[in-house]
């Protein structure tokens, strides 16, 4: 069987068909309790190496390059199978990554979607033809890369993960997968699930825990024409920088600093709970977590009250505990690196209406809870603000104008996403404009779809990673010209 036997106590990689060990163990900690749940092979730059080498001979001897049908067939299976195993997953999620159980199962539906559209994508993905003159034909196709390098966070490792994985293998492409040693229990079933996908051939998915030196080893390696990698903007630029020597094929989401716009005319019963949710999801550890909230003054002191009164109320706590509304920080480090920057921005004169923090007594206090903090700011150059807390941490501004909004919400290097609340039938859509974000809701928040879109601008990355543009990161285009001429009469 491909899944990897019960009494194993090490969680392994998956490389050429085979379970192995890594070149280091290390434990996997239960974020709520600081309790170890596991151990687990980490791979280093010979694991990489190996597998690298086994998806570029399953792209050459293989034919899953040429068959399209089978690409499908097998992207639906493994569909199936991620659906099947769906609770497994959530529940290890929920006890190594810290997710509520709710927000899990959230995460892990959203797997078989993915992989069934790109099942779809498989089949109608096509290159161009016609006949540029008499006699003169000319064709474009779009052939696979050769192998994927897909570099995926700890935040969500199943959706992420596979938001690449399911494109390069529509492609046709090979892929070799680099998960981060946080979800390395969650790595190791993800692998189980993969491989054990009928008619996947030997090779075509390889699947390590690894650190820097392995991820590094796919993004220097010659034979890793492409690369998708999500994570932090820091480390897509140093991505960025080391690829180019190779040219390489780059598909970025990184960092975003997403601002929630709440003007005088919007609906306060529905935005304040989304503003909620916006900051608390996955404990404030994404993306798009709504970390800058832009009040219009006429509503602000409703929004303060109202507000605060909801933060200090989230029930923080293990996420398989009943009613839970935030679960605990990856780890101790990140609460004391969070703490860290929400002090200095205290003493650098941000307002407290909501202090938070570490949670330091009790039952949790052995975990790494971090309780939401909201702090009212004037001054948008400081770091709370223009950097990326990854925690429950809000900040909140206000402005009076339209044109403030759009200036206060543009102010960041990032641009990955922005929410924008109102009645008014036609300001979303002119404020959305000015705004220089890759995704934009009205009236709601984090609504995503595999046949749209989702990427960012500015230092948000590169690429897009779904939507029909999603498989352009995996295929390269090549154009035949050929002279059949024309039949005389």
Not at 246 to 256: H, M, P, V
Request: hydrophobic letters at 45%.
């Amino acid at each position: 069987m491909a899944e990897q036997k019960q009494e194993t106590k090490v969680a392994l990689n998956w490389i050429d068909g085979q379970w192995c060990d890594g070149e280091r163990h290390g434990d996997s900690i239960n974020p709520a309790t600081g309790e170890i749940i596991g151990r687990y092979a980490q791979a280093g730059v010979a694991e990489a190496q190996r597998a690298i080498a086994a998806a570029r001979r399953a792209f050459r001897e293989e034919n899953w390059k040429q068959d399209r049908l089978l690409r499908a067939r097998v992207l639906n299976r493994m569909a199936d199978r991620f659906e099947a195993s769906g609770e497994a997953l959530a529940r290890l999620i929920t006890t190594e990554n810290g997710k509520t159980l709710e927000q899990a199962r959230f995460e892990i539906g959203i797997v078989p979607l993915t992989l069934r559209f790109n099942a779809a994508l498989a089949l109608t993905d096509h290159g161009h033809a016609a006949q540029v003159e008499p006699g003169q034909l000319s064709m474009v196709l779009r052939e696979p890369v050769g192998v994927a390098g897909i570099i995926a966070p700890w935040n969500s490792p199943g959706a992420l993960m596979v938001r690449s994985l399911a494109p390069a293998l529509a492609a046709g492409a090979t892929a070799v997968i680099s998960l981060p040693r946080q979800t390395a229990q969650v790595n190791a079933l993800m692998a189980g699930i993969i491989a054990g996908t009928e008619g996947l051939p030997r090779g075509v998915v390889n699947l390590f825990t690894g650190g820097h030196e392995a991820g590094n080893v796919l993004v220097e390696s010659p034979d890793v024409p492409s690369i998708s990698f999500t994570g932090s903007t820091r480390t897509g630029r140093a991505i960025s920088a080391t690829a180019s020597a190779n040219l390489k094929r780059l598909g970025l989401e990184l960092g975003g600093k997403t601002p929630v716009i709440l003007f005088d005319d919007a609906d306060l019963n529905a935005a304040l709970p989304k503003v909620v949710e916006a900051l608390t999801v996955f404990s404030g550890q994404f993306c798009m977590t709504g970390s800058r909230l832009l009040v219009q003054r006429g509503i602000a002191e409703r929004v303060r009250d109202e507000l605060s009164r909801r933060l200090e109320a989230v029930k923080v706590g293990p996420g398989l505990e009943p009613g839970v509304e935030m679960g605990p920080l990856i780890d101790r480090s990140n609460v004391e690196r969070v703490n860290g920057m929400v002090t200095d921005a205290i003493a650098a004169g941000a307002k407290v209406l909501v202090r938070g923090g570490p949670v330091s007594e009790g039952d949790l206090a052995r975990g790494a809870f971090y309780r939401p903090t909201l702090l009212e700011v004037t001054d948008s150059s400081l770091d709370i603000v223009q950097k990326e807390v990854f925690g429950p941490v809000l900040t909140l501004q206000l402005f009076d104008t339209e044109q403030q909004a759009v200036v206060l919400a543009n102010d960041s290097e990032y641009g990955l996403a922005a929410s924008i609340w109102s009645r008014d039938i036609d300001r979303p859509l002119r404020v959305a404009r000015e705004i220089e974000a890759g995704t934009i809701w009205v009236n709601d928040w984090a609504v995503l779809y595999d046949q749209f879109e989702e990427g960012g601008f500015k230092q948000s990355g590169q690429g897009r990673m779904r939507g029909y543009a999603v498989i352009d990161d995996f295929v390269e285009f090549k154009h035949i010209a050929l002279r059949p001429g024309v039949v005389e009469t």
